[in-house]
Nanobody, 116 residues
């Protein structure tokens, strides 16, 4: 499974960005997907996960501001980020977890910079 994240950039506080993660593979709909981020000097942390439509979770820091979604027909995961804050500055990564083989796959990150 190959993952390619895109959509990062530089915005001012209060702005919005939409990240995309394009995935290879024939069974994208079966993957548990998530967005993670890593700020300078900090550990990578979960931002949001989408296992299925009834199992979507967000980190407390982004609840009400970020929305994770997926389009299985396009093999793509999204993260809509609104009301961005300087604390959201980080490299954002997408991850696929495949239950069948208990493997995690990571894409290269995309940098989000939020200025005050």
């Amino acid at each position: 499974v190959q993952l390619q994240a895109s959509g990062g950039g530089s915005v001012q506080a209060g702005g919005s960005l939409r990240l995309s993660c394009a995935a290879s593979g024939r069974f994208f709909g079966r993957y548990s997907m998530g967005w993670y981020r890593q700020a300078p000097g900090k550990q990578r942390e979960l931002v949001a996960s989408f296992i299925n439509r009834s199992n979507i979770n967000y980190a407390d820091a982004v609840k009400g501001r970020f929305t994770i979604s997926r389009d299985n027909a396009k093999n793509t995961l999204y993260l809509q980020m609104n009301s961005l804050e300087p604390e959201d500055t980080a490299v954002y990564y997408c991850k696929a977890h495949i239950v069948a083989n208990n493997m995690d796959y990571w894409g290269k990150g995309t940098l989000v910079t939020v200025s005050s």
